[in-house]
């Protein structure tokens, strides 16, 4: 079976604190990480291939330095990987990522495509579905179980309150939560080879063969135009009176705020 999975690098927003002053985020000594739930795609698909054969392909859209979380796929497990990076992708927004991404699967053969359900710095959790659109293939997100049989799986997908079993033919595209398994950490041998003897393959826009006014932020249809912190000390409020009147109040204060 052969699987890609998507791979983000992202910065560790675990990590990432307000100055108190200045009230702008202090990103310096952030280390970057793989995207939390891009580990569990990956781990899950190096459990599928050392069950069923096959090859694991890790991709990455990003730049130079993006090429130390495909290191990391390679020591936990993933056999092949590629670096999509240049000028002309960059700035790209959820749309243009997709087809960066899609315009290189479609060059490679696979069963299975694998993306985390959202990274934890763009928040949007839309590259995965749009990549499916992409590819023409159905997809199903939320994964937090699969089974596999003959071509097709069987998958559960995580809902508000409860989840759904969907049989689906492959190929098809995942997005895996953290409940689907817990991945493994690299092992020595793992980081030898992936250091030694596994390469990370770049590609190009010209390489993709993909019109650059297409990718990066001229493909985007969407733009930031402005990024803010979010106020974080707000003034607490103690009501007083009787029981009744404190909670018609703060049921009041909750309606203004539209939170009920
Ligand atoms: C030169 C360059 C610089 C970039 N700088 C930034 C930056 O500063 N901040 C930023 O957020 N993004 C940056 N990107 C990446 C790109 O803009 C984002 O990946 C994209 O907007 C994804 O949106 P999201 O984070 O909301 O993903 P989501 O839709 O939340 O991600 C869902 C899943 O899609 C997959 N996925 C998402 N993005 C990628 C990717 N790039 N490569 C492979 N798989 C992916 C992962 O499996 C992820 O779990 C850069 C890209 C390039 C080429």
Redesign the pocket.
Known sequence: MNII???????DTSEVKIDPVTKTLIREGVPSII?P??KN?LEEAIRIRERYGGKVTV?????QQ?EEALREALAMGADEAYL????A??????C???K??ATMIKKLEYDLV??????????????????AEQLGIPQVTYVKEIKIEGNSLIVKRTLEDGYEVIKVKMPVLL??TKELNTPRYPSIKGIFEAYREKEVKIVTASELGIDPQEV?LKG?PTRVIATTTPETERAGEIFTGNVKECVQNLVQRLVEKHLI
């Open positions: 999975v998507c791979i983000k690098q992202v910065p995207n739930e891009d795609a991709i990455t859209m990003g730049p993006a999509l990076s240049d000028k992708f960059a700035g790209a927004d959820t243009a990522t997709a960066t991404l694998f993306c985390g359900r959202q990274a934890i710095d763009g928040d949007t959790a839309q590259v995965g579905p749009q990549l997005t895996a990066g985007s």
